[in-house]
C-alpha cells in the first residue's frame, strides 16, 4: 500500500487519491480531481501539495506544477472559508457585475484572490472576479464555493456576504446547499461524504430550460446515434 510521503497528507487522504486513480485508465488522467483532494486538505495547492500529486502519480513536480497554474480554480494562496467568485465578463459587467464586484472589494478590504480574515477560520472570505460563470441567462451572477447566487444586485451579493460573514450560509438560487470551500474541493474529487442527496437540488432554472422546453413542445429532436456506432477500445491502464 502507498504511504503518506509528508504529515500533511494522511493516510485516509493516499486512500481516496489512490481511489482517485483507479476510475481512470492512465493514472496521469487522475491530477485534475487529485489536486481538488489536494485543496480540501490545505485550502489551496501547496509545493507539498504539487509534490504529493507528483508521487502518487509518477508525474514531475514541473508537470503537475504546469497543470496547478493553468486553470483558476487551483489557487497558489490560503483561501478563506468561502471562495466569493464574481462573474464581471461581458455581459454580467454590463448588467451590474463590475459595481457587484467593487462592491465587495470596498466591503471586504481585499482585490482579486486576496482574504478577508485569517484563511481557513469561520468568516474568512477569498474574493475573486471570475470570467463566464455559463449563467448569462441568469446574469449578473456570483458563486459562493462554486454554487450559484443568480441575478444579483449590489446590495443583494452585499448581503450574502455579511451573512457569510457571521456564520450563516444562505441557501444557493439553486444547486446543493452551501458548504464550505474545503468541503466543496472534496466533492469536487468526487468525494460526498454522504452527502449525495445534495444531487438532488435543482440545477437549473427555468430561464436555461426555456429552449429544450419550446424543441419539446414543437416534437424537435436531435439526430438518433446509429445502433451499429462503433467507438475505440480504451487504451490499456498503465
Given at each position: 500500500?502507498?504511504?503518506?510521503?509528508?504529515?500533511?497528507?494522511?493516510?485516509?487522504?493516499?486512500?481516496?487519491?489512490?481511489?482517485?486513480?483507479?476510475?481512470?485508465?492512465?493514472?496521469?488522467?487522475?491530477?485534475?480531481?487529485?489536486?481538488?483532494?489536494?485543496?480540501?486538505?490545505?485550502?489551496?495547492?501547496?509545493?507539498?501539495?504539487?509534490?504529493?500529486?507528483?508521487?502518487?502519480?509518477?508525474?514531475?513536480?514541473?508537470?503537475?506544477?504546469?497543470?496547478a497554474t493553468f486553470?483558476?480554480?487551483?489557487?497558489?494562496?490560503p483561501c478563506g472559508e468561502h471562495l466569493?467568485?464574481?462573474?464581471?465578463?461581458?455581459?454580467?459587467?454590463?448588467?451590474?457585475?463590475?459595481?457587484?464586484?467593487?462592491?465587495?472589494?470596498?466591503?471586504?478590504?481585499?482585490?482579486?484572490?486576496?482574504?478577508?480574515?485569517?484563511?481557513?477560520?469561520?468568516?474568512?472570505?477569498?474574493?475573486?472576479?471570475?470570467?463566464?460563470?455559463?449563467?448569462?441567462?441568469?446574469?449578473?451572477?456570483?458563486?459562493?464555493?462554486?454554487?450559484?447566487?443568480?441575478?444579483?444586485?449590489?446590495?443583494?451579493?452585499?448581503?450574502?456576504?455579511?451573512?457569510?460573514?457571521?456564520?450563516?450560509?444562505?441557501?444557493?438560487?439553486?444547486?446543493?446547499?452551501?458548504?464550505?470551500?474545503?468541503?466543496?474541493?472534496?466533492?469536487?474529487?468526487?468525494?460526498?461524504?454522504?452527502?449525495?442527496?445534495?444531487?438532488?437540488?435543482?440545477?437549473?432554472?427555468?430561464?436555461?430550460?426555456?429552449?429544450?422546453?419550446?424543441?419539446?413542445?414543437?416534437?424537435?429532436?436531435?439526430?438518433?446515434?446509429?445502433?451499429?456506432?462503433?467507438?475505440?477500445?480504451?487504451?490499456?491502464?498503465?
Amino acid at each position: 500500500m502507498t504511504q503518506a510521503p509528508e504529515q500533511t497528507f494522511d493516510q485516509s487522504t493516499v486512500d481516496r487519491a489512490q481511489a482517485i486513480i483507479a476510475r481512470y485508465p492512465q493514472s496521469r488522467s487522475a491530477l485534475l480531481p487529485m489536486l481538488h483532494l489536494v485543496q480540501s486538505v490545505e485550502g489551496y495547492v501547496s509545493q507539498e501539495g504539487i509534490r504529493f500529486c507528483a508521487g502518487q502519480l509518477d508525474l514531475s513536480e514541473a508537470e503537475v506544477s504546469a497543470v496547478a497554474t493553468f486553470y483558476t480554480m487551483y489557487k497558489r494562496r490560503p483561501c478563506g472559508e468561502h471562495l466569493v467568485s464574481v462573474c464581471t465578463n461581458t455581459l454580467c459587467a454590463a448588467l451590474g457585475g463590475d459595481d457587484i464586484y467593487k462592491t465587495l472589494k470596498d466591503h471586504l478590504g481585499v482585490g482579486h484572490e486576496e482574504t478577508a480574515g485569517e484563511p481557513g477560520t469561520p468568516g474568512s472570505i477569498t474574493l475573486e472576479h471570475a470570467e463566464c460563470l455559463a449563467a448569462c441567462d441568469l446574469g449578473p451572477v456570483l458563486q459562493v464555493n462554486y454554487e450559484f447566487y443568480d441575478n444579483q444586485t449590489p446590495d443583494k451579493a452585499l448581503g450574502l456576504v455579511k451573512a457569510l460573514q457571521s456564520g450563516d450560509r444562505p441557501a444557493p438560487t439553486r444547486g446543493a446547499p452551501l458548504t464550505d470551500f474545503k468541503q466543496a474541493e472534496l466533492q469536487l474529487a468526487g468525494f460526498f461524504e454522504g452527502r449525495d442527496a445534495d444531487l438532488d437540488g435543482p440545477s437549473a432554472a427555468p430561464e436555461t430550460l426555456r429552449g429544450a422546453q419550446i424543441a419539446k413542445d414543437r416534437g424537435w429532436d436531435a439526430p438518433k446515434m446509429p445502433a451499429n456506432a462503433e467507438f475505440p477500445a480504451l487504451p490499456e491502464k498503465k
